[in-house]
């Protein structure tokens, strides 16, 4: 069965520094993308950023870079420079086929 | 349209009603989601279209739950018999997938606003 795990329910960052929010997957499948998804407070689910399975090396967009560490099947957001618009619900998904499925989520608080 | 739209946007029921909620995706794309999510959760799967068929509908609940998409494009979720804890945010997005190899592009999910459900 596949399974998306985030760990931190909540985390702080001060404004400017970077933080990571820790993703881990699991699936026997070979084939699979991953994704990061933001939902600020007013509810939009916002795309971040894309990682497939076979792709070679870690994606990146903009200030957000995905660590991705097949082996250890973890797929850590790291973000830099946070802004306080940064603040928001942050959850990691899987897709295996069509189907996409999401993590618990992170809270992310950026403070001033 | 320029992006998924979900009617209503709020709605209120009492308990036992029947509800639809509706999705119109993003003119084009073949794969159409739905998802509930509660408050502080992340989004549950609940049922993915590719075309006018159900290509995955293991996330429903229960057989009160059923979604259509007659013409591959607008979908409706519909709800029988609503229970309280049916209250929930119900999302739906719409994809452009592309060969079902998960990694052969982005096909990333574009969702809409959501439309949030409370029955009383």
């Known amino acids: 069965a596949q399974k998306i795990t985030q760990t931190q329910p909540g985390m702080f960052v001060q404004e400017k520094e970077a933080v990571t929010l820790d993703c881990t997957y699991d699936?026997?499948?070979?084939?699979?993308?991953l994704f990061w998804y933001k939902q600020p407070s007013s509810g939009e689910m916002i795309f971040l950023i894309y990682?497939?399975?076979?792709?070679?090396q870690n994606a990146t967009e903009g200030r957000y870079s995905l660590n991705f560490q097949k082996a250890r099947k973890s797929a850590n957001l790291v973000i830099s420079a946070s802004q306080l618009g940064d603040s928001a619900m942050y959850f990691c998904?899987?897709?295996?086929?069509?189907?996409?499925?999401f993590g618990q989520g992170t809270e992310l608080s950026v403070k001033p | 349209g320029a992006g998924v739209s979900q009617t209503p946007s709020n709605k209120v029921t009492e308990k036992g009603k029947y509800v639809e909620l509706r999705c119109d995706p993003i003119?084009?794309?073949?794969?159409l989601y739905w998802y509930r999510q509660s408050l502080g959760q992340g989004p549950e799967f609940l049922i993915y279209?590719?075309?006018?068929?159900?290509?995955?509908d293991s996330g429903l609940p229960n057989d009160r739950f059923f979604a259509v998409r007659p013409e591959g494009s607008v979908s409706t979720l519909k709800i029988q018999r609503t229970e309280r804890g049916d209250s929930a945010m119900y999302l739906c997005?719409?994809?452009?997938?592309?060969?079902?190899?998960?990694?052969?592009?982005?096909?990333?999910?574009?969702f809409g606003a959501g439309s949030r459900l409370t029955v009383l």
């Open positions: 998904a899987m897709r295996v086929g069509g189907k996409l499925i």
């Open positions: 699936t026997s499948d070979p084939s699979y993308g």
């Open positions: 990682q497939g399975s076979y792709d070679q």
């Open positions: 279209f590719q075309g006018t068929g159900a290509a995955d």
């Open positions: 997005a719409s994809a452009l997938l592309s060969g079902t190899g998960a990694s052969s592009g982005a096909n990333v999910l574009t």
């Open positions: 003119s084009g794309h073949t794969a």
